[in-house]
């Protein structure tokens, strides 16, 4: 059974980071393309991060770019997020999801994956 679970979300001050940890079972991330959402309360769901199955090419939403890393460990079953500089509007549930879509040149539209995590809360507030 193909399941991803998330953790290391919390509560943290305006300006400091948090990592996000995605472990997926039952598949290989070389296979599977990965996503991460948010989603704040009264808001759309907004893709942040974006990682290819393949070619590990990395994309990211320009509300996020050049604070948030997306990467995965060499064992292909971890993906991680690291938040950087982090504002109160960062605040949300995030998910990662998992598509099979290959190398997205629309990795932003939730239907392209098919896995969901459950999702961790981030808290960014003083």
């Known amino acids: 059974q193909l399941q991803l679970v998330e953790s290391g979300g919390g509560l943290v001050q305006p300006g400091g980071s948090l990592r996000l940890s995605c472990v997926a079972s039952?598949?290989?991330?070389?296979?599977?393309?990965i996503g991460w959402f948010r989603q704040a309360p009264g808001k759309e769901r907004e893709g942040v991060a974006y990682?290819?199955?393949?070619?590990?090419?990395?994309k990211y939403a320009d509300s996020v770019q050049g604070r948030f890393t997306i990467s995965r460990d060499s064992t292909k079953t971890t993906a991680y997020l690291q938040m950087n500089s982090l504002k109160p509007e960062d605040t949300a549930v995030y998910s990662c999801?998992?598509?099979?879509?290959?190398?997205?040149?629309?990795?932003?539209?939730?239907?392209?994956?098919?896995?969901w995590g459950q999702g961790a809360q981030v808290t960014v507030s003083s």
């Open positions: 999801a998992a598509s099979d879509w290959g190398h997205s040149l629309t990795w932003w539209h939730p239907h392209e994956y098919s896995y």
């Open positions: 990682i290819a199955s393949r070619d590990g090419v990395t």
């Open positions: 039952g598949f290989s991330l070389e296979d599977y393309s």
